[in-house]
């Protein structure tokens, strides 16, 4: 049987919310002190979806990577897929916080932004 | 030696510092000038690559790196004089900075106010007794977050990790997706030292055990870590004989705690508070030296970015008040009294005879509690109650209170 039982992480109660289905193909929570976290458990039990945050080669700046963070989430299952594909690629500084440095990563439709401002090495 | 004189000096470049010197600026001051000894600006934020900052603030889930350039964006519309690779060597009482860097030489700073953003620093093994050779591979968490995340190094294949803190658990799942086996995190306490959001997204995320009540006693190998020795503990810290246990690796990470930066504070003779092992700050963040403000977590080791560029904003506040002639010169306190249950409050003082206004208050509990209410007592009044469905230790409360004259306002926990 798959999991049902998570720990909120929305904010610092960290509830233990259970999860279960309908008979209408929907879901009911239990131990969840707000809303929030019935919307964290349901998504975190159907589709559960993570920031990707690493770094990324970078020439030419004043340090060898360059922070990145995705623009929004992306499903779970593909965040290894992500983080190769960006192990990959490379960028030239200088570049500017907030930059797309790779549009539709894996095709979730989500970009990834540079993280800071990066200047050429002097 | 280089003469300077400015309104206001901010000795650091993190976000405390940041935050100050923008606020000193935006209330009035001509001149203020940041001293970070680093490269750039932006301090530990640099190397936080992960996600989580700026939720208060800027109600937006953003990496540490990208929450220090909003501010250092703002630095480029100001006249704030930035002095990077620069050393403060010695602050005295009367506001004096000594510094040097290898453009200005040696420099004599004379501030209308100082304020500390010095952050503070990562205990170390040696801080920790552990048994055993000294090999290469032994590191602390942000120094292995800084090889992997800044410098593009991996510092190890199999890694260990001593303790449970919130940098620890993040370099977990850093060095987890970066291919290093994470072997366990083990915590010397009952309870785990970071937040538990950290445990669920960095730990069991990802299937790395966390294995309380056990230490590490014996590191192992020549030129570099071969293995570590864990142990049980009991209820005093002890090792428990017979439960060793040799686990293979060749990367010991210690997140064991942080203590706050203060060689200059000690130097300028400012009365520190040894729970927090910050200077004691009254409500403008004011040191015992008139004129001297600190802020972040040189002040007390906070666990949001966010609280930290608020105290560096108040401590900016209190600093215009200072060099504006609205504090007095040789101030009289009344304290602020952590009460049951709670561990530390910041400020520890009020000045005497301040100003009714808000003032907000930093503060750790002692234990985890469910479902309590936070009080504020003064002069027999309740003058403030908070509801909290849970408070621990690892969590920090801010609580703004409407403070008046007169009283020493006591914080307590109190069940529901």
């Known amino acids: 049987m798959a999991k049902n039982v998570y720990t909120c992480v929305v904010c610092p109660v960290s509830c233990t919310i259970e999860v279960i289905p309908n008979a209408d193909g929907g879901f009911t929570t239990e131990g969840n002190q707000c809303k929030r976290g019935e919307k964290y458990a349901i998504s975190e039990h159907t589709d559960p979806v993570r920031m990707v945050t690493t770094t990324v080669k970078i020439r030419n700046a004043i340090l060898p990577r360059l922070p990145v963070i995705s623009e929004g989430e992306v499903p779970k299952g593909k965040l290894?897929?992500?983080?190769?594909?960006?192990?990959?690629?490379?960028?030239?500084?200088?570049?500017?916080?907030?930059?797309?440095?790779?549009?539709?990563?894996?095709?979730?439709?989500?970009?990834?932004?540079?993280?800071r401002t990066m200047k050429e090495k002097n | 030696m280089k003469e300077i004189k400015v309104d206001v000096a901010?000795?650091?470049?993190?976000?405390?510092?940041?935050a100050a010197a923008l606020e000193a600026e935006r209330r009035g001051a001509k001149k203020v000038m940041i001293l970070e000894r680093d490269m750039e600006l932006g301090g530990i934020l640099q190397q936080c690559i992960h996600d989580g900052f700026g939720l208060h603030r800027f109600n937006a889930r953003m990496s540490g790196a990208q929450y220090a350039q909003k501010f250092i964006d703002q630095l480029q519309d100001t006249g704030i004089e930035?002095?990077?690779?620069?050393?403060?060597?010695?602050?005295?009482?009367?506001?004096?900075?000594?510094?040097?860097?290898?453009?200005?030489?040696?420099?004599?700073?004379?501030?209308?106010?100082?304020?500390?953003?010095?952050?503070?620093?990562?205990?170390?093994?040696?801080?920790?007794?552990?048994?055993?050779?000294?090999?290469?591979?032994?590191?602390?968490?942000?120094?292995?977050?800084?090889?992997?995340?800044?410098?593009?190094?991996?510092?190890?294949?199999?890694?260990?990790?001593?303790?449970?803190?919130?940098?620890g658990l993040i370099m977990a799942r850093r060095m987890t997706l970066e291919g290093i086996q994470v072997k366990g995190v083990y915590e010397v306490m009952p309870s785990p030292g970071g937040l538990t959001r950290n445990i669920v997204q960095c730990l069991d995320d990802y299937g790395i055990p966390l294995h309380l009540s056990t230490t590490v006693t014996r590191i192992k190998g020549n030129k570099r870590v071969e293995s570590v020795t864990v142990c049980k503990v009991d209820e005093n810290r002890k090792p428990i004989p017979g439960t060793e246990e040799e686990i293979p690796c060749d990367l010991l990470v210690l997140a064991v705690g942080l203590i706050p930066e203060n060689e200059l504070s000690r130097g300028a003779d400012i009365e520190m508070d040894?729970?927090?092992?910050?200077?004691?700050?009254?409500?403008?963040?004011?040191?015992?030296?008139?004129?001297?403000?600190?802020?972040?977590?040189?002040?007390?080791?906070?666990?949001?970015?966010?609280?930290?560029?608020?105290?560096?904003?108040?401590?900016?506040?209190?600093?215009?008040?200072?060099?504006?002639g609205e504090l007095p010169q040789c101030p009289e306190y009344r304290e602020v009294i952590p009460g049951d249950g709670i561990n530390f409050v910041v400020p520890q003082r009020l000045l005497k005879d301040c100003a009714e206004e808000d003032v907000t208050f930093f503060m750790r509990v002692k234990k985890p509690q469910k479902k309590v209410y936070l009080q504020c007592i003064s002069e027999g009044n309740i003058i403030k109650k908070e509801r909290h469905n849970s408070v621990a230790p690892p969590e920090m409360l801010a609580s703004k209170v409407y403070v008046n004259g007169k009283g020493s306002p006591e914080f307590r926990i109190v069940e529901v």
């Open chain 2, 274 to 324: 040894p729970r927090t092992k910050g200077p004691v700050v009254d409500n403008n963040f004011m040191t015992s030296c008139p004129g001297i403000f600190a802020c972040g977590n040189v002040s007390v080791v906070f666990d949001l970015v966010d609280y930290v560029s608020q105290s560096g904003e108040i401590a900016a506040a209190g600093a215009m008040r200072y060099i504006k």
């Open chain 2, 10 to 18: 901010v000795i650091g470049g993190g976000p405390a510092g940041l």
């Open chain 1, 80 to 115: 290894k897929e992500c983080l190769n594909d960006l192990y990959q690629i490379s960028v030239e500084a200088p570049v500017r916080c907030g930059d797309i440095i790779v549009k539709n990563i894996c095709g979730t439709g989500v970009n990834i932004l540079a993280a």
């Open chain 2, 82 to 167: 930035v002095k990077l690779e620069t050393i403060v060597l010695d602050l005295t009482a009367k506001r004096e900075i000594y510094a040097c860097n290898s453009t200005d030489g040696m420099m004599h700073i004379q501030c209308g106010a100082v304020i500390l953003a010095m952050g503070c620093r990562e205990r170390t093994a040696s801080q920790v007794l552990i048994y055993g050779a000294r090999p290469a591979g032994v590191m602390t968490a942000g120094t292995a977050q800084r090889y992997i995340n800044m410098e593009g190094y991996l510092p190890g294949r199999q890694a260990v990790i001593l303790g449970s803190g919130d940098i």
